[in-house]
C-alpha cells in the first residue's frame, strides 16, 4: 500500500477522513478541514455495500488460508500452500491484503476498506444519519483489529489522513484501545439516536448483513455486535492485561445473545458474490484439504461422548461412501501434506486410510454436488461470544491454574455454546453429553465451533491451545524446531515506500518475518509426536 492517498478508491472517488470530534485526533481526522471532500456523493449507503463486500476477501482469502494452516484446521498439500504451511510467507504474499486495510489500491474489491469507512461516517453525519455513523465504526474497528491481530503494530491514527504520506506505525496495544474508544462512541453515541433520519441501510437496500431488518432493529443487532467485538478484542490483551478478562465478561454479556443475530459475511451465487473459500477452491482444488489435528479432536471428543458426527460431516466428507455417518471414516492431512510422522499414543501419522482422505463439505466445496457458492461464513456470533465470556470466567475464577482444571464459573456459558448450535445458516442442535469447564475444553470446543475462522489463530496465541506440533521441514518425519507463527510479515509496497516502517516491531521480530506480535509476549512451545506432553490431535 502507498500512504499517499491522492488515488481514486473504489467507487470512482477520492475519500479522506471524516472532521468529527470524537474520530481519532490527528491532522486532517480532528481537524474541520478535509482536502479530500467530494460533493457527487451525498449518501453513503454505495460506500457501505462496498465497505461489507470488502469484509470477506480479507477473511475468507490468503489471510484467512494462513491462519486456519498455521492451527492446523486445514493443511497447505500442493504448490504454494505447502510453502505457507512450512511459515514461508512473505511480504509479497500479503502485499496486497496490507494494502486493502487502508483503500489506497484494493485490487481485492475495488473499495470498501479504512478510508471508505471514513467516508462513510462523514456521510452520515451529513445527512443526519446516526446509525450509519455507529455501524461504521463497528466495521472501523473489525478492519483494524484485524489487521493489528495479524500485523501488531500498524498505521492507524495517521492511516486515513491525505495529508499524511508516510503515518507512523501505531503500538498494537494501544491500537486495541483506541478501537475500545471507538465502540464505545458507536454503543453510547451513535447506535442509540432515534428519529426520523437515523435509518442507516434499512431503506435503501444496502444493508447487506442484516438484510431486511428495520432501523430500530439494526440498532439493536449493531449494538451486541459492537459488545461481542469489544469482548473479543479485551481477550487479545489478556496476556498483557490480567484486568483484560473480568472487561471481557462484562461485554459478552452485553454481546450477540441469539444465533439468529450471528454476524455473516454476505454471499450469493452471483459471479462475484460467492463465498472466497468456494472461489478458491473452485480454481485451485487440491492445493489445501481439511486438516488432520481439527478431524482428530473431533473424533476423540466424540469418542468421550461431547460430541456427535453432525459437525464434522458438515465441515468434511467421509473417505467413502459405503460406511454410515461414523467418525472412523474421516481423515485429515498433517501440515505440508507430511505422511510418516513419528508418532505415538495413537496419534494418527497424517498417512489417511490407506492413503484417503477428506475433502472439505459442500459448503464450500464447488466440487460437491449441490453446492452453489451463497454459504455465508461466519465473522462473530452467539457461540463466540459466549466461549469469549466462558474463557474469560475460567480465568477470573482461576488465573494460575492448568489448563485442565475445572473452574465451576465458567460452566454456564460454555453449555450455552454448545445449546442450539449453529454454523452459519446450518444448525447442529444441541451437543450431546456435559463438557467440564477446563480451559483445554473450553478452547476446543471454539476451536471445533469456529472453523476457518482466522479468530483460532489469536486464541492459539493466547493460550496455546489445542496443543501443536509445528508443521516438519521438507522431507522430514518429525515436527520443525521453529515455533507456530504469531504474526505475518508486513506488505512490501508498505516496506518500500513507508519510510517510518520499522526494521523491527516492538518485539525485536523483523517486519519482513513471521513472529510474534507485542501482546504475545513468548512463542508457543514447541512439541512433537512422542514427547511425554500429551498432544491433542
Known amino acids: 500500500m ?220 449493531y449494538t451486541a455486535v459492537a459488545h461481542s467485538l469489544k469482548a473479543r478484542y479485551y481477550m487479545h490483551t489478556g496476556l498483557k492485561d490480567p484486568t483484560a478478562y473480568t472487561k471481557a465478561a462484562a461485554e459478552a454479556a452485553l454481546g450477540i445473545s441469539t444465533p439468529d443475530d450471528d454476524f455473516l459475511w454476505f454471499h450469493n451465487t452471483s459471479a462475484t458474490g460467492t463465498n472466497v473459500w468456494w472461489q478458491y477452491l473452485a480454481s485451485r482444488a487440491g492445493d489445501i484439504g481439511p486438516g488432520a489435528a481439527l478431524i482428530e479432536i473431533m473424533k476423540r471428543r466424540n469418542a468421550a461422548g461431547v460430541e456427535d458426527t453432525l459437525r464434522l460431516s458438515f465441515y468434511f466428507t467421509r473417505t467413502d461412501n459405503v460406511l454410515a455417518d461414523s467418525v472412523s471414516s474421516y481423515f485429515g492431512y498433517r501440515p505440508a501434506g507430511t505422511t510418516n510422522l513419528v508418532t505415538s499414543g495413537g496419534i494418527d501419522p497424517g498417512n489417511g486410510a490407506s492413503g484417503a482422505y477428506s475433502d472439505f463439505g459442500a459448503f464450500v466445496n464447488p466440487a460437491a454436488t449441490g453446492s452453489d457458492g451463497s454459504f455465508r461464513q461466519p465473522e462473530i456470533t452467539y457461540a463466540e461470544t459466549q466461549l469469549i465470556a466462558a474463557e474469560a470466567q475460567w480465568h477470573i475464577g482461576c488465573p494460575a491454574c492448568t489448563a485442565t482444571t475445572v473452574v465451576a464459573g465458567a460452566q454456564t456459558n460454555l453449555t450455552n455454546a454448545r445449546t442450539n448450535r449453529h454454523y452459519g445458516s446450518q444448525s447442529f442442535g ?61 506488505g512490501q509496497t508498505e516496506v518500500n515506500a513507508n519510510p517510518n516502517a520499522p526494521t523491527t516491531n516492538s518485539v525485536g521480530v523483523a517486519v519482513t518475518a513471521v513472529g510474534l506480535n507485542p501482546n504475545q509476549p513468548t512463542s508457543c512451545p514447541v512439541l512433537n509426536y512422542t514427547s511425554s506432553v500429551p498432544l491433542a490431535n
Open 2 to 221: 502507498r500512504h499517499s492517498f491522492r488515488v481514486l478508491l473504489g467507487l470512482g472517488l477520492a475519500l479522506g477522513a471524516a472532521a468529527c470530534s470524537d474520530y481519532l485526533s490527528g491532522p486532517g481526522i480532528s481537524s474541520t478541514s478535509d482536502p479530500n471532500n467530494i460533493t457527487n456523493l451525498t449518501k453513503p449507503g454505495p460506500l457501505y455495500v462496498a465497505i461489507q463486500q470488502a469484509g470477506a476477501p480479507q477473511r475468507e482469502g490468503q489471510l484467512a488460508r494462513d491462519a486456519t494452516q498455521y492451527v492446523q484446521q486445514i493443511a497447505g498439500i500442493s504448490r504454494q500452500s505447502i510453502g505457507f504451511d512450512r511459515y514461508q510467507t512473505s511480504p509479497g504474499d500479503v502485499d496486497t491484503y496490507f494494502g486493502a486495510v487502508y483503500g489506497a489500491s484494493n485490487v481485492l474489491t475495488g473499495g470498501g476498506a479504512l478510508l471508505d469507512v471514513h467516508k462513510m461516517q462523514q456521510l452520515g453525519r451529513k445527512v443526519h444519519d446516526s446509525l450509519y455513523v455507529g455501524i461504521g465504526k463497528v466495521y472501523e474497528a473489525l478492519i483494524i483489529g484485524y489487521a493489528a491481530d495479524i500485523w501488531g503494530d500498524i498505521p492507524y491514527r495517521e492511516a486515513a489522513d491525505s495529508n499524511i504520506a508516510h503515518p507512523h506505525f501505531d503500538p498494537q496495544l494501544q491500537i486495541y484501545a483506541d478501537l475500545q474508544t471507538q465502540l464505545d462512541s458507536a454503543i453510547n453515541v451513535f447506535l442509540p439516536a432515534a428519529g426520523p433520519t437515523n435509518i442507516g441501510g434499512s431503506i435503501d437496500g444496502s444493508e447487506l448483513i442484516y438484510g431486511g431488518r428495520g432501523a430500530g432493529a439494526l440498532r439493536t443487532v
Open 430 to 490: 444441541n451437543a450431546p453429553g456435559v463438557l467440564s469447564p477446563t480451559l483445554q475444553n473450553i478452547i476446543e470446543e471454539k476451536y471445533t465451533t469456529l472453523f476457518l475462522n482466522p479468530e483460532v489463530w489469536n486464541d492459539f496465541k493466547r493460550t496455546c491451545l489445542p496443543s501443536l506440533a509445528p508443521t516438519p521441514a521438507a522431507g522430514a518425519v518429525v515436527p520443525g524446531a521453529a515455533p507456530i507463527p504469531g504474526r505475518l510479515p508486513y
